[in-house]
Each structure stands twice: as structure tokens, then as C-alpha cells.
């Protein structure tokens, strides 16, 4: 679990947030900052970190997978073609 924490104003809002700077270096190693490259950074941080789990998860066959999407489509009441 990563340790992040909320600052908040005298309301109670939260106004930022701060990470480990193990993490801020491995989002943004080069430190270069920008909107843009910490939005792209996050982005492939998550992604890698879907891709190590997805590795680590048992695939479904066709049958599974399309009972799978079945009970899913029912929870969402979404009508399948």
C-alpha cells in the first residue's frame, strides 16, 4: 500500500496531496514537470500496473469469458445482441 497523504485548507478541502518521493521518482525520473508528463507517467504507471497483475491472474476459456460478460451486462441491465 502506498502511503499518501490529503493537505487540506482551514474548511477541511483538500487542496494536495503528497506521495513518497520514491514514487515521484519513479513517475518522473528525469524530473521534468509538467501537467503533461506527470498526466502521461501516472497513465503508464497504471497501465504497468494492470499489466503485472493481469500476468499474475488465470485466464478465462471462451465459455468463461462469455458468462463472464453475460453476468456483467445483466448486473448493468444492458441488453446483449
Same mark, same amino acid.
Given at each position: ?5 490529503? $493537505?487540506?485548507?482551514?474548511? =477541511? ?11 515521484? /521518482?519513479?513517475?518522473?525520473?528525469? =524530473?521534468?514537470?509538467?501537467?503533461? #508528463?506527470? *498526466? ?9 500496473? +494492470? ?5 499474475? &491472474? &488465470? ?5 468463461? +469469458? $462469455? *458468462?463472464?460478460?453475460? /453476468?456483467? !451486462? &445483466?448486473? !448493468? #441491465?444492458?441488453?446483449?445482441?
Amino acid at each position: 500500500m502506498i502511503n499518501i497523504e490529503y $493537505l487540506t485548507n482551514q474548511d =477541511g478541502e483538500a487542496i494536495g496531496v503528497v506521495i513518497p518521493i520514491d514514487l515521484w /521518482r519513479q513517475l518522473l525520473p528525469t =524530473g521534468e514537470v509538467s501537467e503533461e #508528463n506527470l *498526466a502521461e507517467a501516472v497513465e503508464d504507471y497504471c497501465l504497468n500496473k +494492470a499489466m503485472n497483475e493481469a500476468v499474475n &491472474t &488465470t485466464l478465462l476459456n471462451r465459455a468463461e +469469458a $462469455l *458468462a463472464y460478460h453475460v /453476468r456483467q !451486462a &445483466t448486473k !448493468a #441491465n444492458i441488453e446483449l445482441d
